[in-house]
């Protein structure tokens, strides 16, 4: 089912690892104006009503709830929605205050996804967050008593310096606040630990734990417990349509249509210049094989056109080769890569891509 997905752009301080559009900045007015001129101007878009609003950042939870609820608003009446299925706002621990985790409530949230990252004060610091682990755990509990039960956490592990006792005192602290979804993001770029071996460690004592503690892996960075998947997120991976508003967000019209909003704000709240393109059948085919084998329930063999698969036909000796070598499940239905697989799922994908 399509989903729309806002973009707040604005962050009270960069991290050293983000190369999310976000800037440090506080105009939000002029921005929330053109985010509402926005969302009117495309409320034709979808032909479905959406089920899902996602409020990402950037840092939603830096603006004042009274623009996030005119967003909320102008969401439900331009789509001619009362009540999302899932509403998830990302936020940052530190501006969890119980007047804000109330007024989320009031807007309508019923998901909320918690920027943690590590439960390591150091690291913290390191990665120039704004929070400490303490106040990760006082978000948590405010948010639950203000009625949140479907709680988030972000992780990121892989990166310089992270051995695997510190990691996984991370992961038990997470644990303990008994989120219902918890996202783990490998470092990339410059910060990323260089050890691959160690990275490829981390991941699986992280798949280990959740498993033993009754998480199910859906996908390479998503887990949750049953029934508590993402339903927005997922709904990218099996290429539903959504609508992105705001600077630098993207949309997608469930075929082969991308669109993108020029990540620029003043440009956005100026003229909203944006960019489109048409994939191609190859295009396409590859994008299904990406974003399907990403996640544990695999690439549905009936979501192929004739012509997909062929090409997939034509990848026979590798499949055979990837199925021995335990990289690929494969049954007449599906294919999935197993969660032993996971890590290097992009190098598995790809060996299947048209040549
Ligand atoms: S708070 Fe999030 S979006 Fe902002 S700089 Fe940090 S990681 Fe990036």
């Excluded at 399509?2 to 962050?11: E, S």
């Excluded at 530190?94 to 009031?106: G, H, I, M, N």
């Excluded at 996908?219 to 290429?239: D, F, T, V």
């Excluded at 003229?271 to 059948?281: A, K």
């Amino acid at each position: 089912m399509p989903g729309l997905y806002v973009h707040f752009p604005f962050c009270a301080s960069k991290c050293i690892y983000c190369d999310f559009y976000a800037r440090v900045r506080k105009d939000w007015k002029p921005y929330v104006e053109a985010l509402l001129q926005e969302i009117r101007d495309r409320a034709d878009e979808l032909s479905v009503p959406p089920t899902t609003l996602y409020f990402g950042g950037g840092t939603p939870s830096l603006l004042p709830p009274a623009l996030l609820q005119q967003v909320a608003g102008a969401c439900r009446t331009g789509f001619g929605v009362q009540d999302f299925d899932e509403f998830t706002v990302e936020v940052n621990p530190d501006d969890v205050t119980p007047a804000f985790a109330q007024a989320l409530r009031e807007i309508g949230v019923n998901r909320v996804s918690i920027g943690v990252q590590s439960f390591d004060d150091g690291q913290l610091r390191w990665m120039r967050r704004r929070h400490t682990a303490a106040q990760a755990e006082m978000a948590c509990a405010t948010l639950r008593r203000a009625g949140f039960d479907n709680l988030s956490l972000d992780l990121i592990f892989g990166f310089t310096g992270l051995d695997d006792g510190s990691w996984m005192a991370s992961v038990e602290r997470a644990l303990a606040l008994q989120p219902a979804h918890i996202s783990c993001y490998q470092m990339m770029g410059r910060w990323a630990d260089s050890d691959e071996e160690r990275c490829r460690r981390q991941y699986r004592l992280l798949q280990q734990r959740l498993l033993a503690s009754g998480f199910l892996q859906y996908e390479i960075s998503n887990y949750a417990l049953p029934g508590c998947e993402s339903r927005h997120n997922s709904a990218y991976w099996s290429r539903e349509p959504y609508l992105g508003f705001g600077a630098g967000a993207h949309s997608f019209d469930g075929c082969r249509i991308r669109s993108w909003n020029t990540p620029d704000i003043d440009a956005y709240i100026a003229s909203r210049p944006f960019g489109t393109e048409t994939l191609s059948d190859q295009e396409v085919y590859e994008e299904k094989l990406m974003l399907a084998l990403r996640t544990t329930k695999g690439l549905s063999l009936s979501s192929l056109t004739p012509w997909e698969r062929a090409q997939l036909a034509q990848k026979e000796p590798v499949l055979e080769y990837l199925s021995k070598t335990g990289n690929i499940f494969r049954d007449a239905c599906s294919l999935r890569i197993p969660a032993d697989g996971l890590f290097v799922s992009d190098g598995i994908i790809r060996e299947l891509f048209p040549s």
